[in-house]
């Protein structure tokens, strides 16, 4: 029963050294900056979170991670990537005397450190980058392929096929394992049909953003994916960093509008009235009978015919004569 448990706790104790990384107790860089989904030997990694001799760290299809090593060092890990950092020698003069990264996919930047440029070494499908005092991207395809961009200093690149050198800004070389290389040249965007992938190099196209101090030239290639999206799907910039909220005081609220008033309802207008009936005349009167006088009888002398001027004074006079007679 002894020897049960005693076997037991050594089994128990194989597995639980075995799953730890190797070198786990001295860390050789930590992370400063994870996007989305970076992970390492022992799972998702976070922001200063150590990195180990040996650890492979892998990136999401839209994950980003830079990482500082302790010569100053610096290496950015871009969308869907996969790198170990395979050997690494540390002196005392903080300084590293052996750095080499193994790439197996993905997209990188690389910046050196304090070290000399021969400790340094990335290794690719393709061929060896060695690097010279250099700031540099570098994109290995899944079927290898190799693309190295120069940004500042100098590198040479190294495969089956020969050496070229990279000396001025901007100078590309494109590589594949069986030894085809292209020679140096300025990058464009004919680049990407080469290497048929139209998010390769997203640090220098605009696709990934780093940070402060991390970025350096695009070499035109943003430029001319913006000028040229018949060939080359246009970007999308990446959305602005907020802006800290400014305080301002609250503004009074503006007055309610008076509600109108209901318009009043017309008055009925008044019945017209009835036009009064019409007095009935009076009936006329009979007329007074007229009284027969004798003032009403003609005079005979006082006749229409007769001139009414006559003098009969003189006719009287000889009717009295006649009558004497």
């Known amino acids: 029963m002894?020897?049960?448990?005693?076997?037991?706790?050594?089994?128990?104790?194989?597995?639980?050294y075995g799953s730890m990384p190797s070198k786990a107790a001295e860390p050789i860089g930590q992370a400063i900056r994870i996007k989305t989904e970076v992970s390492g030997a022992s799972g998702p990694l976070v922001?200063?979170?150590?990195?180990?001799?040996?650890?492979?760290?892998?990136?999401?299809?839209?994950?980003?991670?830079?990482?500082?090593?302790?010569?100053?060092?610096?290496?950015a890990v871009g969308a869907g990537s996969s790198v170990v950092i395979d050997k690494f020698v540390f002196d005392d003069s903080r300084s590293v005397q052996k750095l080499t990264v193994a790439a197996a996919k993905g997209t990188?930047?690389?910046?050196?450190?304090?070290?000399g440029h021969s400790a340094y070494q990335i290794l690719t499908p393709a061929g060896t980058i060695g690097v010279r005092g250099t700031v540099f991207d570098f994109y290995v395809g899944g079927d290898g392929t190799t693309a190295v961009v120069l940004l500042s200093g100098a590198a040479e690149f190294c495969g089956r096929g020969g050496c070229q050198q990279l000396t001025r800004r901007c100078d590309c070389v494109v590589a594949r394992p069986n030894g085809d290389m292209?020679?140096?040249?300025?990058?464009?965007?004919?680049?990407?049909?080469?290497?048929?992938?139209?998010?390769?190099?997203p640090f220098l196209?605009?696709?990934?953003?780093?940070?402060?101090?991390?970025?350096?030239?695009?070499?035109?290639?943003?430029?001319?994916?913006?000028?040229?999206?018949?060939?080359?799907?246009?970007?999308?910039?990446?959305?602005?960093?907020?802006?800290p909220p400014v305080e301002t005081p609250p503004q009074p609220k503006p007055p309610k509008p008076d509600k109108p008033h209901k318009p009043d309802k017309p008055h009925k207008p008044d019945k017209p009235?009835?036009?009064?009936?019409?007095?009935?005349?009076?009936?006329?009167?009979?007329?007074?009978?007229?009284?027969?006088?004798?003032?009403?009888?003609?005079?005979?002398?006082?006749?229409?015919?007769?001139?009414r001027n006559r003098d009969y004074s003189h006719d009287r006079s000889r009717v009295r004569s006649f009558g004497r007679r």
Do not use: M
């Open 273 to 307: 009235h009835k036009p009064d009936k019409p007095q009935k005349p009076e009936k006329p009167g009979k007329p007074d009978k007229h009284d027969k006088s004798w003032h009403d009888k003609p005079n005979k002398f006082d006749r229409s015919d007769r001139p």
């Open 108 to 115: 990188f930047r690389w910046i050196s450190g304090n070290s």
């Open 205 to 243: 196209s605009g696709r990934q953003q780093l940070s402060p101090g991390w970025s350096g030239t695009g070499c035109g290639l943003s430029a001319e994916i913006q000028i040229r999206p018949d060939r080359v799907r246009p970007l999308v910039a990446p959305p602005p960093e907020p802006a």
């Open 2 to 16: 002894a020897y049960l448990r005693r076997a037991a706790f050594v089994a128990l104790s194989v597995a639980l």
């Open 182 to 201: 292209t020679d140096t040249r300025r990058v464009d965007r004919s680049i990407l049909r080469t290497l048929g992938n139209q998010q390769a190099l």
């Open 47 to 75: 922001v200063t979170d150590p990195v180990h001799r040996d650890e492979r760290i892998r990136t999401s299809r839209s994950g980003l991670g830079q990482f500082v090593f302790r010569d100053g060092s610096k290496l």
